[in-house]
């Protein structure tokens, strides 16, 4: 269908405004008026009126009416496409003209032939059918539809066309009701009042528009009306006259066109669902793969674990040779298939974005103690030195994720083993950026192996790749490992290079990780170096190593604890060493034990051997080898200890200080604090004054001292106790600073004073204050009283052991006797340290009032000892809030002063901090001579009233416990271990378990552990690691 | 500046047209000619504005007795200035010539008196006879009515043009109906479709 045969509507209504126009012109001035008219038609040249008959022309328009021909309109037409759409307007144009003008001749003949009016009338009336005839031939040839209805709606007149498009013959349609007939059901009773309100004039005739109507054979069309209103001469409306053009056709192609229109847009959106689903699936398929790996690799792990696990029992049956060597070879292979499986599994969580980093808190040491255990032995099968370089300036305790950081170092120093055939692979740490909070670890593990050509550098973090092919022929794995370790290092803020190499001159790979630096770690550190001063003064220690490194290593670890170093670089440069005079002597030798010429046991024969050297130091062997035959060769040569390289920080202290007979000070426990020192130390057996007037507070004292070994005389004053120091000679006095009677700073002056004939014991005396009163001047005012040096309350065991060491020298003997007497408790006390930590009943550790893990140290580390001074606490202070306010009231100030200061030395020893900070709050005001306002008292009836509930919730104190139980901090390092045991050694892994059923007996964990060791027991590995760290969760939650 | 409103009553049609409007209406009867002016001057009378007609044929009488109908006073109306009258050649034809330019400036100076006057609008009904096409300055008459379109977009008179369809003829009917926006068809005020714009019909007619 065209679409060019637009019509202007503006032309429309300049025809139609003619027409009303033309019928208020006389008649001579109809003709010029429409002819200047018409000649604006879009297309329309000129325009001629001429009397000659009508041809066949196709714009000539024949005027004629009433049986009278008033000529034609002749249309030149310069533009036949423009003119076009408007041809049958004008033919419905020129039909009306033509009646107009008839009826203009009708008039004009009445008014000329008045006489003949009848006779006019009856010409009309005859003439009536013939012009019917007439006008019909025009309305004929329409190419439209015309159609007259009159003011009752029914069709008055009506072309071919009509019918045609109707259906139905002209007489059949004559008279009919056009809107009953024609227009669909549903219009109808709109249509009808709308046509009634045109007629009756209410509302104009819409001139154009579309509309549905019905043929007479139901067909539905589309019309498109031209519309105006019939009137008789005085202007009333006889009905309508309307032109219509069937426009079905173009509508269905508009509506086609609509249609594909929208269907397009169907199909796009069709497209990008199925893109989406394409998409979807593609990533499914991706989750699928991955899914794939993981349960492969599961599936693998579990009979993988099964084998090595039975391997491991069977290495402990006897077998000949032959069979133990297939075995070991089994177990290498199926090892190293498992560490395989491990990357892959790795690999596709990193595929998966299901690798996540952990952040807890952790020893560094305890990660480089497990990755010493794995390198250690494989080092040592190849005769490689594993060294370790600590910077022991980095925090003990971090947090982030041990796991995978010691998953990086394993993989990093594993590899560099793996391309090392001599020489040493050396593992260092950097503290980088550090602040209060977090620091930069930058790892570096050198080794001596094949080093690689530069053009192999970048290609090696790519997965499944070694620095060349040959590689994975030679050294085997996955080509995984360096992908892996890049991705976690990574995912911990760091990332990871290599330094430039060369083919045989060994590689050195570099790494940093983001830690955080756990809270209060930094005062821990001074804390510990505070404590540990002492013990290390005057230490000289000479090391004998044949490899630099390694010397360089152990002497700058032990420079850091400002201990004097010596180095050798052999067992006879040592001797010679050792035999020079002139120099102080050394207390301590570290020899390594494989050196060349003389083995380091054979060094040490010659030492304790050689008369030569007065002053035997200890000797304490290093080794890289484990083996029983080196410890025994070391036993039978007299060596006081031994350290297994690599050696970290904390052992080499720790076993320092152990061979000096100095105590175990340093080994740390689960919560990063030292731990009670539990061998004989030099105090042992010391005889003190404790001066004390809290009762409870004596008690707590009295019992941790008795838990030190030192035997403990009472006095409940400072009077008491001045004459008690003149009666007997204590090893020293442990003083109260504030007391009443006669008060600490009094009784030392009066102590200090004494003369006697034994000396200056009363002058030499240690005399150590205890004083809640920590502030700088009370320090200065304790000093000046001729104290020796102070603790402050609560008291912490581990500075009182510190403090302790500091003072009390105690004869040989008594210590021998304290010694034999401390073998008796050393049963229960070494496993409760082997344990990790101080043990507290879980009900205890679960008080909300109450820091029993702080408490419960304070007395000796005795559940049952806390247990009964929450119930003498509970006993004595239920209304300390009123007694104190009574005693305000009608004692002063002073007397609740005393009360109070009593009352805050109790809250702190038991842990009690908020009802501790409360009554320091009170104690502090009273100080100022300030009395405490009512809400200060209220704070501190409810704190205690809390307090109290707490206290009567708890079970009457029990007969102890077979074994203890395991704290919260303590039983999360198990499950870390045990995660990282059931990966790697089963064996020890079944050791921890059966250890961890016992610690967690009677807890809310305890059905757990179980069903984790009836996983490993059937080798569900994967089951156990899963329950593990939902295990994990659930403990961290509880915090 | 008189107050503005946006539409103003027309008297003779229920419509409302914006100030400045310029109507033609073609009249065959003298009674259709008569009863649009009395009605449109009675509008503006009513609603405060100033009105002026310019007609040979108006029945003193008649449009006194018309404006009484509402308690308009014609005589007090025109001694206030607020409704005047004349004859068509006494205006349009002033020494025997048509001055297109007079009569702009004519209208303009009515408009600007009538605002000075504190009148908020004015309007002007007047008859164009056939004389103006025998008369000198008779041929711009068509530049005239196209120049008075563009005019009353500054001075917002209300203007109406009555045209006798029995003394022009068809041709200049039809002129006449392209230079006047609206047109009135038997009462009803309507935009007419053959306008042309005035700078459109000066450009071809009157260049």
């Known amino acids: 269908m065209s679409v060019a045969a637009a019509v202007d509507v503006r032309v429309l209504g300049q025809l139609l405004l003619m027409q009303s126009v033309v019928a208020s012109l006389p008649d001579n001035s109809v003709v010029p008026f429409i002819i200047k008219g018409l000649g604006d038609v879009p297309g329309v040249g000129r325009v001629v009126f001429d009397a000659t008959p009508l041809d066949k ?68 009336t005859a003439d009536l059918a013939g012009e019917r005839d007439t006008a019909r031939r025009y309305l004929d040839i ?121 269907h397009l847009e169907e199909e796009v959106a069709q497209r990008t669902v199925e893109l989406a689903l394409a998409r979807d699936e593609a990533q499914a398929a991706n989750q699928a793969k991955s899914d794939f790996l993981a349960n492969m690799s ?48 790795d690999f596709s969580k990193i595929e998966a974005g299901k ?72 593992l260092s740490f950097q503290r980088l950026n550090a602040s209060a909070t977090e620091l930069t670890l930058q790892i570096s593990v050198r080794d001596t192996g ?29 080509g995984l490992g360096l992908v892996i370790s890049k991705h976690l290092v990574e995912l911990m803020g760091g990332r990871i290079w290599i330094e430039a190499s060369a083919p045989g001159q060994g590689t050195t790979v570099h790494c940093t990780v983001q830690l955080k630096i756990a809270p209060h770690d930094e005062a821990q550190r001074r804390d510990l170096m505070e404590q540990v001063g002492p013990l290390l003064e005057d230490i000289r220690v000479l090391i004998v190593d044949d490899n630099e490194v390694s010397r360089d290593i152990l002497a700058g670890t032990l420079r850091q604890f400002r201990i004097e170093v010596s180095v050798a670089a052999s067992g006879p440069a040592a001797i010679e060493q050792l035999k020079q005079t002139g120099e102080p002597p050394f207390d301590v030798v570290l020899m390594d034990w494989r050196m060349p010429g003389m083995n380091g046991d054979e060094a040490t024969r010659h030492i304790q051997a050689d008369d030569a050297i007065a002053h035997k130091p200890k000797v304490v062997m290093v080794t890289a080898y484990g083996r029983d035959d080196v410890l025994k060769l070391a036993e039978q040569a007299g060596v006081a200890g031994f350290l297994v390289k690599p ?92 007391m009443p009677t006669m008060d600490g700073l009094e009784a030392t002056r009066r102590i200090r004073s004494l003369s006697t004939a034994d000396g200056d014991r009363f002058a030499r005396v240690p005399i150590i204050a205890i004083t809640a009163q920590a502030m700088v001047r009370d320090r200065e005012k304790a000093l000046a009283a001729g104290m020796s040096d102070y603790l402050a309350k609560p008291i912490d065991p581990d500075r009182l052991a510190v403090v302790l060491n500091r003072w009390i020298k105690v004869p040989e003997e008594r210590q021998r006797a304290a010694q034999a007497a401390a073998q008796r408790q050393a049963g229960l006390m070494a496993a409760q340290a082997a344990a990790g930590s101080l043990r507290a009943d879980a009900d205890l550790l679960a008080l909300k009032h109450f820091d029993a893990a702080q408490g419960i140290p304070r007395i000796g580390g005795k559940p049952e000892a806390y247990r009964k001074q929450l119930a003498r606490f509970r006993k004595h202070y239920p209304g300390a809030a009123d007694e104190l306010q009574e005693l305000l009231s009608y004692q002063g100030l002073s007397a609740g002063e005393a009360y109070c200061h009593a009352l805050k030395g109790v809250c702190g020893t038991l842990g009690a901090n908020a009802l501790f900070a409360c009554v320091t709050q009170i104690d502090e005001l009273l100080k100022r001579n300030t009395a405490p306002d009512p809400g200060h008292f209220e704070r501190l009836r409810e704190l205690l009233q809390q307090a109290m509930a707490e206290i009567d919730g708890l079970a009457a104190p029990v007969t102890r416990r077979r074994t203890a139980l395991l704290d919260r901090d303590g039983l999360l390092a198990k499950l870390v271990r045990l995660d990282w045991l059931l990966q790697n050694d089963l064996g020890a892994a079944e050791e921890l378990l059966a250890e961890l059923r016992t610690g967690v007996a009677g807890t809310d964990a305890e059905i757990a552990i179980a069903e984790i060791a009836e996983d490993a027991d059937v080798f569900a590995i994967d089951a156990a690691l899963d329950r593990i760290n939902s295990l994990l969760a659930r403990v961290k939650k509880k915090a | 500046m008189p107050h503005e409103r946006h539409t103003v009553a027309l008297g003779f049609a229920d419509q409302t047209v914006p100030p400045g409007a310029h109507i033609c209406q073609i009249f065959s009867a003298d009674e259709e000619r008569l009863d649009a002016l009395m009605r449109f001057l009675r ?140 047109m009135v068809i038997r009462g009803t005020v309507v935009h007419n479709p053959y306008y042309v714009p005035p700078e459109e019909f000066l450009a071809h007619h009157c260049s």
């Open chain 2, 43 to 182: 509008s503006g009378l009513e609603a405060g504005e100033r009105a002026a007609c310019f007609t040979e044929k108006l029945d003193e009488t008649q449009l006194t007795n018309f404006l009484a109908e509402r308690g308009l006073s014609c005589e007090e109306l025109m001694e206030s200035g607020a409704l005047s009258r004349a004859g068509t050649s006494e205006v349009y034809f002033q020494d025997g010539r048509f001055d297109p330019d007079r009569m702009l400036a004519l209208l303009r100076q009515f408009h600007k008196n009538s605002v000075a006057d504190g009148f908020p609008a004015a309007r002007v009904i007047g008859e164009m006879t056939a004389d103006v096409q025998h008369i000198e300055g008779g041929s711009r008459l068509m530049e005239y009515e196209s120049r008075v379109s563009m005019l009353l977009k500054e001075v917002p008179i209300t203007a109406v043009c009555q045209y006798d369809a029995n003394t022009f003829d068809g041709a200049t009917i039809m002129e006449v109906l392209k230079v006047h926006p609206m």
């Open chain 1, 355 to 426: 690798l996540e980093i952990e952040e807890i808190e952790f020893g560094l040491d305890a990660v480089l103690e497990r990755l010493a255990d794995a390198i250690g032995v494989q080092a040592e099968k190849k005769h490689l030195e594993f060294l370790i370089r600590h910077d022991v300036s980095l925090p003990p305790r971090l947090i982030g994720d041990p796991l995978r950081l010691g998953q990086v170092l394993l993989n990093l120093c594993g590899n560099a083993l793996k391309f090392t055939e001599t020489g040493e692979v050396e």
């Open chain 1, 142 to 262: 329409a190419g439209v539809m015309l159609m007259a209805l009159d003011r009752d709606g029914r069709i008055s007149m009506i072309n071919r066309k009509g019918t045609q498009i109707l259906g139905k013959p002209e007489d059949a349609l004559i008279g009919t009701d056009w809107i009953d007939s024609f227009i669909p059901a549903a219009r109808q009773s709109a249509l009808r009042q709308a046509f009634s309100r045109v007629v009756s004039g209410a509302t104009p005739l819409p001139e154009h528009y579309e509309q549905r109507i019905v043929d007479a054979t139901g067909r539905e069309l589309i019309m498109a009306w031209n519309n105006t209103l019939l009137r008789n001469k005085e202007g009333a409306v006889l009905g309508t006259l309307s032109s219509a053009e069937d426009i079905t056709e173009r509508k269905r192609a508009e509506e086609e066109l609509l249609h594909y229109k929208d």
């Open chain 1, 647 to 738: 050696v970290l920080p904390s052992a080499l202290l720790d076993t320092l200080l152990n061979v000096l007979g100095r105590g175990r000070i340093l080994r740390a426990n689960g919560n990063g604090r030292p731990a009670l020192p539990v061998t004989t130390a030099e105090y042992a057996g010391a005889h003190l004054l404790l001066v004390e007037d809290n009762e409870i507070n004596r008690e707590f004292a009295v019992g941790l001292l008795h838990s030190m070994h030192v035997e403990v005389d009472e006095a409940e004053n400072g009077e008491e106790a001045v004459a008690k120091v003149r009666q007997h000679a204590y090893d020293g006095v442990l003083m109260d600073v504030q």
């Open chain 1, 298 to 345: 599961h599936e693998i792990r579990t009979p993988m674990n099964a084998i090595l696990g039975m391997l491991y029992l069977a290495f402990n049956t006897d077998m000949s040779p032959t069979l133990r060597n297939y075995l070991s070879k089994v177990q290498g292979a199926a090892s190293s298939l498992l560490g395989i499986i491990n990357d892959i599994l």
């Open chain 1, 450 to 478: 094949i080093g690689m050509a530069p053009e192999l550098l970048g290609r090696l973090f790519q997965k499944f790749t070694q620095a060349d092919e040959s590689s994975t022929r030679r050294f085997g794995g996955t």
């Open chain 1, 57 to 124: 022309a196709p714009h000539r328009f024949r005027l004629a009416a009433g049986g009278k021909d008033y000529g034609t309109l002749d249309f030149s037409v310069k533009d036949a496409e423009a003119f076009a759409p408007y041809l049958d307007y004008i033919r419905n144009f020129a039909f009306m003209l033509a009646v107009i003008l008839d009826e203009r001749w009708q008039r004009r003949a009445i008014e000329l032939h008045g006489q003949h009016l009848e006779q006019q009338v009856v010409e009309r």
